[in-house]
């Protein structure tokens, strides 16, 4: 069996690549794995917790993970509809031994998605999803009678989440009017619920999920809709999730994108003022703006990058002790409350921002200048060759040369879909548009199935 694990847990069509069978298989072995390894803490039986998105599959996803947790003889609390970041808090706060988040993220509704957390909600490193992977389909020994693990339901506990959330804010929102999109994802309770308590003027749309509409035309990686919501109800921003709410992108009042770089700018500028942000250092991915690091340099911090995905980011964060990280595309990691990255919270500490300045988002997001970017994603090649095949890394280093400093090209298979992506920040929109697309031709035309 080839790798299946990707950058952010396991994911595939629901119910062709990712099965009932392959979820119970995947829960006993990683039982399996995590305990032999020592994460399940002793004496007594381990216990997991489990949610999901919104996704209609989730329902028969969460019965078979839950189902292969039990058969390996650990308890299993079943959390219901929480964003990812929810889950893995809760792993931690129920001192739960391993967490289990049932999402396919911003994907389109038809996939499907398993993320296993480890306890403190930490998600797991590759080499023990390699171990997982390993694992799948061996035979072993099956308790039976009263070692068999019992499954109860938690769904209250998202009230714990949202008085978490709620105590991170460092100011009240009272007289803040947003706009929340929910993308009919696992935010749609949560989210309103924070904004309201700290006091904000909260319009909602895209919160009413049937399991059919999740990421349709909305969310993170749709904003159009956000964005005239905003400027019709006059609204000072919004914000906008993926499905499990674990990334956040925002809009300034005049309607235009926040992404996530200028987020973390201006939180890392937060940070710094109070002292919080621990040796003057942000961690990103390689994806990240070149603008974004020249805006940090200029104020004094240091921009650490990392391989793409947010597991990356958190990797180093945990190495080199720092407080803040993230993805351009909109996850934010804040270390002092949170383990992976959390849209609700970037939102909120964001909101948090502009009312303790005085200042618009605008004018907080105008501390960094986007070069810029072209991001061109080539479906249908095989993206394992992507860093091998010397005629497509010729075009890269071609085209690098050719910018000759001004910017940069990046090309990576991605970790989560099909496709390979090509990345280029150039000074002019046009001359990345036209970097990026020659850079794409030969993608397709070496590397194609």
Request: glycine fraction near 12%; aromatic fraction near 4%; charge should be negative.
């Amino acid at each position: 069996m080839g790798r299946i694990f990707g950058t952010d847990g396991v994911r595939g069509l629901a119910n062709r690549d990712l099965t009932a069978e392959l979820a119970v298989d995947l829960a006993v072995a990683a039982a399996h794995v995590l305990g032999e390894r020592g994460e399940f803490s002793a004496p007594g039986r381990p216990t997991a917790v489990v949610a999901r998105d919104t996704r209609a599959s989730g329902e028969f996803l969460e019965a078979a993970v839950v189902a292969g947790l039990a058969s390996a003889g650990v308890d299993v609390l079943r959390l219901g509809v929480v964003p990812t970041p929810g889950c893995a808090y809760l792993t931690e706060r129920l001192g739960a031994d391993l967490g289990v988040m049932i999402s396919a993220s911003h994907n389109p509704m038809p996939d499907n998605g398993i993320k296993f957390l480890a306890r403190g909600g930490l998600k797991l490193d590759d080499a023990v999803e390699r171990q997982i992977e390993a694992r799948l389909g061996e035979p072993w020994e099956r308790p039976t009678g009263a070692e068999v693990g019992r499954v109860g339901d938690a769904h209250d506990e998202l009230s714990a989440y949202v008085d978490h959330l709620v105590a991170a804010s460092p100011a009240g929102l009272d007289g803040l009017k947003v706009v929340l999109d929910c993308a009919h994802g696992a935010a749609y309770e949560s989210a309103l619920r924070v904004f309201a308590v700290l006091g904000a003027e909260v319009v909602t749309i895209n919160a009413e999920p049937d399991g059919l509409n999740i990421n349709d035309g909305c969310g993170s990686t749709h904003l159009a809709g956000l964005q005239a919501a905003v400027v019709e109800h006059g609204a000072a921003a919004g914000f906008a999730f993926d499905g499990d709410a674990d990334r956040c992108l925002a809009v300034d009042a005049a309607g235009r994108e926040v992404d996530g770089d200028q987020i973390l700018a201006v939180l890392a500028l937060a940070l710094k003022e109070s002292g919080s942000l621990r040796a003057d250092t942000v961690v990103v991915t390689q994806m990240s703006n070149l603008g974004f690091v020249q805006a940090m340099e200029a104020a004094g911090l240091t921009a650490v990058q990392t391989a793409v995905g947010d597991r990356y980011v958190l990797e180093a964060m945990r190495a080199g002790g720092f407080s803040l990280g993230g993805e351009q595309s909109g996850h934010v990691i804040v270390a002092e409350h949170a383990t992976t990255g959390d849209g609700v919270l970037a939102a909120l500490l964001l909101a948090a921002r502009m009312v303790a300045t005085g200042r618009s988002l605008a004018d907080l997001a105008s501390v960094m200048t986007r070069l810029p970017q072209v991001l061109v994603n080539v479906p249908n090649v095989d993206k394992a060759r992507a860093d091998t095949d010397p005629a497509v890394q010729g075009a890269v280093v071609a085209a690098t040369a050719a910018l000759a400093g001004t910017g940069r090209v990046l090309l990576r298979p991605s970790g989560t879909e099909p496709l390979v992506r090509v990345m280029v920040e150039a000074p002019t929109q046009e001359e990345a548009a036209q970097v990026a697309d020659q850079l794409a031709d030969v993608v397709r035309a070496h590397l194609a199935l």
